[in-house]
């Protein structure tokens, strides 16, 4: 046995055990690239709630090879859209906070698995208002880690963390990223085989700006208690009747679907019966004046093709209501769409 076999079984003893924010992004990936090449162990958290698109860090992760844990995340951004301490980003999406609240919940999951530290792929200077010096040190400190948040990509720049201090991952094989431009991570995407990988941000429907408007509306009118009216944001055309009442009309034959399947008790369901057309949901129904509206608007979307009028079955889902009606089609619907 030569002299430096006892040491490397040592060091590799010592390797620590981390778990990675995972959103399936470049960075994200390149964090736990980064750390696994130096021999520590890394698994993957993944958030869901309404807001987040999943599919993409799902395959990420799968064609990464490394274990992904989900934690649902669905009460704690309800309640930073609610009141965000640190305030928006460009749209509904309160960064900063988000950013924080995740680590903490990360970092739960690590106490309770035993693990070492959280690494996120969080890149200094970035992004100009979320990954500033400033943010960074907000979310560490909100975070409340106790000095065991890494940024591997960025962890040259920063102060040394106590995975660092312990020994546990070597601060010299970690990178020094600054800055807006992508050049760096593209040839350590290359270097480490990595082909697919979403665009920053594209995950979180809280940066866009035809989501938050449909968010907007629900804060105002419904709040957030039902969290299935969130799940509703994503499907469809939304719209704000004058009576107050809310509807939803399928664009194609998978919102129909889906629109019949998230009509709740109190809901309204209505479809043309005489011609082709979509499927349309009054979450919670509405008054008399709006359920006519709403009946209007199911049969002008429909393909009516200059009909005076069409017959539209109204069904309430949780009720024995079941009747048809005869409306006139007409299209004077675009200034109530969300
Ligand atoms: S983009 Fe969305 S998921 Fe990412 S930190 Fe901001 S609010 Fe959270």
Redesign the pocket.
């Given at each position: 046995m030569s002299d430096t076999e006892p040491q490397v079984t040592r060091r590799e003893t010592l390797r620590g055990r981390g778990l990675s924010l995972f959103?399936g992004g470049l960075d994200s990936q390149l964090a736990v690239c980064v750390l696994r090449e130096q021999g520590v162990h890394v698994e993957a958290v993944l958030f869901t709630s309404p807001?987040?698109k999943n599919d993409a860090p799902v395959k990420a992760a799968e064609a990464l090879g490394v274990k992904l844990h989900k934690m649902d995340f669905t009460d704690d951004?309800l309640a930073l859209v609610a009141h965000p301490p640190h305030g928006f980003?460009g749209a509904l999406?309160?960064?900063i906070d988000?950013?924080a609240l995740?680590i903490r919940r990360a970092g739960e999951l690590m106490v309770k698995l035993g693990y070492d530290f959280v690494a996120t792929g969080e890149v200094l200077n970035q992004r100009p208002m979320?990954q500033n010096r400033r943010s960074l040190d907000t979310v560490e400190k909100d975070a409340a880690l106790g000095g065991r948040l890494l940024r591997p990509l960025s962890a040259l720049l920063l102060e040394t963390t106590t995975p660092e201090k312990e020994g546990l991952v070597t601060r010299e094989l970690l990178l020094g990223l600054n800055g807006r431009s992508r050049k760096p991570q593209m040839e350590l995407a290359a270097r480490y085989g990595l082909r697919e990988y979403p665009s920053p941000?594209g995950g979180?429907l809280?940066?866009e700006s035809g989501f938050c408007r449909k968010l907007a509306d629900l804060k105002e009118h419904d709040g957030f208690a039902c969290v299935n009216l969130v799940w509703l944001l994503r499907t469809g055309r939304h719209f704000r009747l004058p009576g107050g009442a809310k509807c939803v009309l399928g664009r194609d034959a998978r919102d129909n679907a889906e629109l019949k399947k998230a009509c709740g008790e109190a809901d309204l369901l209505m479809h043309t019966v005489d011609v082709p057309g979509p499927t349309l949901l009054m979450p919670g129904g509405g008054a008399a004046e709006d359920v006519n509206l709403a009946a209007e608007m199911c049969a002008a979307y429909g393909d009516s093709k200059e009909r005076p009028s069409v017959t539209v079955k109204i069904t309430g889902c949780g009720r024995d209501e079941n009747r048809a009606v005869s409306v006139r089609p007409r299209a004077f619907f675009v200034g109530w769409m969300l």
């Open positions: 959103s807001f987040f951004i980003g999406n309160p960064c988000c950013h995740m979320s941000a979180c809280l940066t």
